[in-house]
Each structure stands twice: as structure tokens, then as C-alpha cells.
């Protein structure tokens, strides 16, 4: 079985193909964009399986298939419930929420080889993806962080973060008192531990909290700068990418 992954997060990417080699499943080939997604495919025989993040660094997977016709079938791999029906108009096995367990990830490529001797093109369970959209899963994010000053732990609420960003390796929290506070994770962790309506990944360096935007001004090559209460460390962008979600988000 010919296999590939498309995710944007390399760490995401491994821990995928890690899970998927204790199943059983080789990953023949690693993708990490849309643009690259797009020159392979048209270039390269079809794989027989595809685990397909959605939204990636230059756009939503969904425009790979936009620019080139794909009947491989598809488990997606993502942290967003919201593109379940667009999804299920492809060629869709299976609609996994990250953080990804090991469990379900078997059950899916499990469906894939029940399916793949009846029936050329796959399609998800409707009434699975019905359940999804009108229930969505209920999921606990992140109230707290526990931060280390001097000897001290000290414990900051979530909502109380104006943004999170990276730099110089290190992931920072920054409070509405105007503190900058390092922290013990990665964005990419974060993106599963953050509630999407309070955060947004406005680039591949910041996650903004709504409430602490104070205003939005255009910027240079359709982007938009942020400007949140206290912080004055960096310029706030948005991504021209993210663009038109981090405006479906504000609303």
C-alpha cells in the first residue's frame, strides 16, 4: 500500500507516521504545503491511501484538489471539526480530531481495507458526519499554565493571555499586565490545547486572544496588523493566508 501524509507541522507529521508504523502502515511520502502538495501530485503516481491535514501553512488542503484531480481515498487528520461536510463531499474514509489517538487512527485505516474490496471511491459514514456537525465533540481546553518565577511556580489563567508566541526557540506567554512568561510546550501543542473561539493562529509565530484585540489595520500585501493591550515586543500580523479566516473567525 502506497501511502502519504500531508500535515504542515513536522512534529505532527512524524508523530503520525510513528503511529502509523506501530500499525503497520509505511508512509512512503511526506508533504508539507499546499503549493508542494500540488507539484507532486502532478507529477507522481497517486498514492492508495491519503492522511490529509486541512489547514496548512499556505492555505486549506481542500484547494489541492481544487488544482488537481485526486480519487486516492482520504482519512483526514485535524484539529477543526468545522470542515467535516466539505470534507465528506471528497473522497473521505474518515474525519479524525487531533490530538489523534492510536485507536482510532487502526479503526480508520481498518475501514480503508474493509471498503477498498467493494467499493472503488470511499465515502464517510453520513449519519457519523451528521452526529459530528449537529453534536460536535465536546472537548476541555487549557484554563491554566503553571509558569516558573525565580523559585516560585506561579499559576496564570488562559483567559488572562493576550498572545502566545515563539522566539528563539522558546514559546512565550504574554499577560494583559504587560508580562512575558516562557513556557513548557510549542505552539504546535498549544493548536490542540487552545479553545479556537477564544485563540487563532494568525501566523505560524503568534496566537491572539479575541478579547485583547484593540484594533486591525491594513497592512502591506493584504495582510492586517493587530493591535493588541499591552504587548510591544513584535508586530502582530496576520498571515495573507489566514486573511479570510482570522476575519470568518472575528465573526
Known sequence: MNTLIIEDEKPSARRLQRMLDNIGVKVDTLLHSVEESITWFQ???????IFLDIQLSDGLSFEIFEAVSITSPIIFTTAYDEYALRAFKLNSIDYLLKPIDEAELKKAVEKYQQRLPQQGLMSLDFEAIK???VNPIERDYKKRFSVKVGQHLKLISTESIECFYSENKGTYAHTAEG???????????????????LFFRINRKFFVNINAIQDMISYTNSRLQIKLGSFREHEVIVARERVRDFKDWLE
Open 43 to 49: 507529477s507522481n503516481p497517486h498514492p492508495d491511501l
Open 131 to 133: 452526529k459530528l456537525l
Open 179 to 197: 508580562r512575558n512568561y516562557l513556557l513548557d510546550t510549542t505552539l504546535e501543542q498549544l493548536e490542540q490545547e487552545l479553545d479556537p473561539d
